[in-house]
Structure formats: C-alpha cells, structure tokens
C-alpha cells in the first residue's frame, strides 16, 4: 500500500550529496512570483497586513525557546532484538557524519552492527553503494537524499531479500521495502518553511522583498519554497517573494556572483533566504566585496557551522535548528519499532525538536563544541529511558 510521508531535516546532506538529482532531472530558470495579490486594495491589503503581522508573531514566539525535550515520548514494547546488522548509505557531507556517528552510538546500545558505506559524487555512484549494500544481507539500510524513485532498481532488489530501508531527508510517496519516510520529510520542511517566512514578516515590519534562492533539481526543496511562500502571501500582502533557481554545481562557485547580481537587479530585496545552509557558501563575503554586507538580511533552513557562526558575529538574521544528532537516534529508534513490530504511526508523526536560531539567542541555544546544533542536550537519557535500556 502506498504510504506518503509525515514529516522531514536533512537538507544540507542532500544537496551536496550527489549529482545524481541534477543528472536525473535537468536544470530550471529562475523564476519570480509576488505575495501581493493584485486584486487587492490598499485598505485590502492593510486590514489583511495587520492580522498576518499578528500570527506570524505568534509563530515566531512559539519557536524561539530552546526545545525541552526529543518530543517523541511512545516507548518502545519491549527491548528489540540484539545482534541485527544495520548499513547506512552515507552522503559524503559533513552534517552527515555527524548524524551517522549518533545513529552508531546508538545502535551500540541495542547491540547491533553498524557499517556506513560512502559513495562518490558521480551520477550512479548512491545507487552503485545501495547496491553494495544490499549485497552484504544486512537486517535494514538506512538511505537519505536520493529520491527514491531514482532508486527503484535497488529497491526492488532490497524487497526481494526481504531487506526493510528506513528512509529519510527525502519525503513525498513510499511503497515497501521503505518503512518509514517521514524523519526530516514534508511536514518538518513545510513547518520551517512557516517559522522562516514568519520571522521574515515580523522583523520586516511587513515590508519584507525577499530574493529565496533554492534547487529545484531536490524536490524536498521545494516544500520550504511552497510554505515559505503560502505564509508570506497569508501573513503579509505587501511583502513579495522571487525565487532564484541554482543548480548543484553552483554551490559556493556561481551562486555567491548569482545572489550578488540578484540584489543589484533589484535594489529593494531585503532578505536573501537559502533552503538549506550550504547553498549559502561564500555569499557574505561575496555581499561584502559588492558593498551589500549589512545592506541584505540573510537566513534559511538547515544550517551549517558556517551560518551559526556568523549568527554569533551578526552577519546573517535567522536559521532553523537541526539537530543531526537527534535525527540519527530517531532512525535507530525507527528500525527498533520494526523490529520489534510496533506501530510506526506515532513516531512517524512526531518531527524533530527545532527552533528558531537568531542573533539575538544563538549564544543561548545548544551547540556541541564543534558548532553543531544539538536541539536537546538530553536526548541520549531520554531516548534510553523510552527502549528501557536504562
């Protein structure tokens, strides 16, 4: 039975994963579309301006606390089984390490066998290392980034040998041997898309020009481009909105020249938004060399070490909170579930701890000491305590 995803994180693994997406489906132009509907009249427009002032500051108050806990709080029936052998394809990004070495800690703590195999970058390179996997006989893989339908071949193959694969970072649709899709899936982007769009209204005073820089070649992607979008069109009919295609290889190459001439063509853009942090790199110094530093607010979903250091120094607005560390615990958390036979439903449906990260709390909110976010310092007690492993 066909399933569709619940939630999603993940975005900064996913594009710089592989080149695969771009190969598989093409390049876009840039495209811009505007908030503001035509239709309606300045006293419209102000009646409407003022309410969506007034919800878009509820979401931004709601998201500003540092998270109190993993949020997911079903124990498991029972302890799972010991000894399964679990294999992740890993993509060669940093923000992924840092997941996967938490999901090997945490499946030391059920007993199992955790092995990561990192592809290369080329166009087959993802599905040649599921493949690899597959052929190992493990007990689960784990896959993220490369939309499944890219991988039907090797799907198949991991149905036949009865191989369950816990999916993530991807969202949309899913049919076995995929398990689960919804960790960093739809409903996690759509609500960072609404808690970035938010932040934008409000401390723009409504008088947001945003130039939103995405690519379109993820189709993750593009659930924070829709939310973002729809909550700036209901919050705020005097802010507008372009979208600024890029494609894989622009990243910290043409994207920084792209963003720069972007601004240029069109003076009153404001904000400079990236879905995810990556797509960022090189563009404040690229903002400073053009005279523009502190001229453009720039923020995104997903971000990097990168963008919560210059959230520190001033030099970009606001970040969504992922916390890589938790998102590793949850897929081990998700594959004991299956193991052990239980519903999925209730941890399909819970996203993951998250916040608004801006220069004004970023010294308060939790990093490890090496600047990644950590979303709830206890998560390791807290996810224990729901396997009874304490």
């Known amino acids: 039975m066909r399933t569709t995803s619940r939630t999603r994180v993940g975005a900064v693994a996913v594009a710089a994963a592989t080149a695969l997406f771009a190969a598989a489906c093409g390049s876009s132009d840039s495209s811009s579309t505007s908030s503001t509907s035509p239709s309606a009249t300045p006293s419209q427009q ?20 540092n998270p109190s806990g993993i ?34 800690e945490a499946a030391k703590v ?16 993802y599905g040649n290392a599921l493949t690899q996997a597959i052929s190992k006989h493990p007990d689960a893989i784990h896959v993220s980034g490369t939309p499944l339908s890219l991988l039907k071949t ?13 999916s993530e970072s991807v969202g949309g649709a899913f049919d076995p041997p995929v398990i689960s899709n919804s960790l960093d899936g739809d409903d996690q982007v759509a609500a960072w898309g609404k808690m970035v769009a938010s932040y934008v209204v409000v401390n723009s005073g409504g008088k947001a020009n945003v130039a939103l820089f995405t690519i379109k070649a993820f189709p993750i992607l593009g659930v924070f481009v829709d939310s973002f979008k729809s909550t700036l069109s209901s919050t705020c009919p005097a802010c507008s909105v372009k979208e600024v295609n890029q494609q894989l290889a622009d990243l910290g190459t043409k994207t920084p020249s792209s963003v720069v001439s972007t601004i240029q063509q069109d003076p009153k853009i404001n904000w400079a938004i990236f879905t995810f942090g990556d797509l960022s790199l090189g563009v404040d110094a690229a903002l400073k060399g053009a005279g523009l530093n502190g001229k453009v607010n720039v923020g995104g979903e997903t971000p990097s070490q990168a963008n919560l250091a210059a959230l520190k120094d001033g030099t970009e607005s606001v970040w969504t909170g992922f916390s890589a560390p938790i998102l590793g615990w949850r897929l081990a ?17 819970v996203l993951l701890p998250t916040q608004l990260i801006t220069k004004d709390n970023v010294s308060s909110v939790p990093l490890d000491s090496t600047g990644y976010y950590v979303g709830f310092p206890g998560y390791q007690d807290a996810f224990k305590k729901l396997w009874q492993a304490q």
Do not use: C
């Not at 102000?46 to 979401?59: F, Y």
């Open 46 to 65: 102000q009646a409407t301006g003022s309410t969506g002032l007034s919800q878009a500051k509820a979401t931004v108050d709601a998201s500003l606390a």
């Open 71 to 104: 949020l997911l709080d079903t124990a498991l029936s029972k302890k799972p089984p010991t000894g399964k052998y679990v294999i992740t394809v890993e993509t060669p990004v940093p923000v992924t390490k840092v997941r996967d070495d938490a999901f090997a």
């Open 110 to 125: 059920f007993g199992w066998r955790y092995e990561r195999i990192v592809p290369g970058s080329g166009p087959e390179d």
């Open 154 to 166: 090797q799907l198949d193959q991991a149905k036949a040998q009865n191989i369950p694969v816990v």
């Open 333 to 349: 958390d998700m594959l004991a579930r299956h193991f052990n036979g239980d519903d999925l439903a209730a941890a399909n449906k």
